[in-house]
C-alpha cells in the first residue's frame, strides 16, 4: 500500500490519470475494461490506497450484487443455521448476502424488505412467517426485486420455494413411535408463530387417522420465541398433572423438547428407552443443541445445506430473466430419522 491516502473517485481520477467513466465501469465489472487499462487501474489503487465508495456505486446501477436474506429470527439457532449456508451459497457464487432479523415482528418483516429495496438487491431470500406475513405488501415489494422462499412461504406471491416434505418426516418419525412403543401424542403451541408447526400439526392428524389410531393433540398456552420455557411450564404442567394419554410426546420443535426434557428431570419422570423409563420425547428439526441434551434428543434432521443452496441457486437462475410469477418453483426435501436416547 501507498502512503497517501484518498477518499473519492474524482481525486483519484485525477491522481492516476484515468477518465472517472472508465473507473466506474471497472468498479461495476472488471472484466468491462481492456486488461492493460484493468492493470493501470489496480496499480494506482494500490499506489493511493483508494477504496471506492460501493454503496454510491450502488446507487447508479439498477441492481447490485447483494442478495438479501430476511429471516424472522435470527437469535433462533435453526435459523441462524439457515442463514448461514444461505450466505455460504451467495458468497460461493459471487454475490454478498445482506442478513437481517425481522424479530419475531411481521412489521419488521416488511421494514427490512423496505430497507433492502434501497440497496437494489439482485434478489431477496426470504424465511417468512407466512399466514402472519402482511401478504399484499409482501407482494408488493416481490415486483420490485424477485423473492424466492425458504422454509415457509407466502402463497400468491414470490418466485419459488424451497423447504422440507413435513408430510414425509412426519410419516417418518410417527411411523417409528408407533412401531417402538406407544403411539405419540403430539405437543405444539395453540398459536403458532411458524406455519411449519400448523403442517406438522395437520399432518400428525391425519397420520393417525390413515392408520386407525386416536390422535392426542396438546397445545400450549403462551405466545413469542421462547419455545424453550413454554415446553418447560406448560409440558411440565401436563406432565405433572398427568395429562398425556401416552408415554410418548412428540414436540413440534426440538425447542419445546427441550424445555420438556428439563421440566421432566425437575419432576423426577425419567426419559428414555430404557425398561424403566417412564417417558419418551421427540422434536423435530435437529436443533444444534439437541445431541447434547440429557437424554439427546430424538429428532428429525432438516438437510438445511440442500435447501439454501438450492434456493440461492434458483434465485441466481430468474434474476435476469423476465419470468412470470406464474412460473413459481416448488421444490421439498425429505427429512432424515435422527434416533437418540430420548425416543
Not at 430468474?318 to 437418540?340: A, C, H, W
Request: charged share 25%; hydrophobic share 35%.
Amino acid at each position: 500500500m501507498g502512503n497517501e491516502r484518498i477518499t473519492t473517485m474524482e481525486e483519484f481520477a485525477a491522481l492516476s490519470g484515468i477518465s472517472r467513466p472508465t473507473l466506474s465501469k471497472y468498479f461495476n465489472d472488471p472484466a468491462s475494461v481492456r486488461s492493460s487499462t484493468r492493470e493501470k487501474i489496480e496499480a494506482a489503487l494500490k499506489k493511493y490506497d483508494y477504496t471506492p465508495n460501493i454503496y454510491a456505486i450502488n446507487q447508479n446501477r439498477e441492481t447490485t450484487r447483494n442478495i438479501g436474506i430476511v429471516l424472522p429470527n435470527l437469535s433462533d439457532p435453526f435459523f441462524a443455521e439457515m442463514a448461514r449456508e444461505a450466505e455460504v451459497a451467495c458468497f460461493k457464487a459471487g454475490y454478498t448476502p445482506v442478513v437481517l432479523s425481522s424479530h419475531g415482528q411481521p412489521k419488521r418483516e416488511i421494514a427490512n424488505l423496505e430497507f433492502l429495496r434501497t440497496l437494489k438487491p439482485a434478489g431477496v431470500l426470504m424465511a417468512p412467517f407466512g399466514r402472519n406475513s402482511k401478504k399484499e405488501e409482501v407482494r408488493r415489494l416481490s415486483k420490485e426485486f424477485k423473492i424466492v422462499f425458504f422454509d415457509s412461504q407466502v402463497e400468491g406471491c414470490g418466485y419459488g420455494y424451497f423447504g422440507t416434505d413435513r408430510e414425509q418426516t412426519i410419516d417418518l418419525m410417527v411411523d417409528y413411535l408407533c412401531r417402538s412403543g406407544q403411539p405419540p401424542c403430539f405437543f405444539g403451541m395453540e398459536k403458532p408463530l411458524n406455519p411449519n408447526a400448523r403442517k406438522l400439526h395437520n399432518a400428525y392428524v391425519g397420520y393417525m387417522e390413515r392408520n386407525n389410531l386416536e390422535p392426542h393433540v396438546y397445545l400450549a398456552k403462551g405466545t413469542g420465541w421462547d419455545f424453550e420455557e413454554i415446553g418447560f411450564n406448560e409440558g411440565g404442567r401436563m406432565m405433572e398433572n398427568g395429562l398425556f394419554v401416552s408415554n410418548t410426546v412428540f414436540c413440534s420443535n426440538d425447542r419445546l423438547a427441550i424445555g420438556m426434557l428439563a421440566a421432566a428431570f425437575k419432576l423426577g419422570i425419567r426419559v428414555g428407552i430404557e425398561a424403566d423409563s417412564q417417558m419418551r420425547i421427540a422434536g423435530h428439526d435437529n436443533h444444534p443443541f439437541a445431541k447434547f441434551t440429557g437424554p439427546r434428543l430424538t429428532t428429525i434432521a432438516q438437510d438445511f445445506k440442500t435447501i439454501a443452496h438450492s434456493a440461492v441457486n434458483h434465485l441466481i437462475d430468474i434474476m435476469n430473466i423476465d419470468q412470470p410469477e406464474n412460473s413459481y418453483k416448488t421444490v421439498e426435501f425429505p427429512g432424515e430419522l435422527i434416533m437418540r436416547d430420548s425416543a
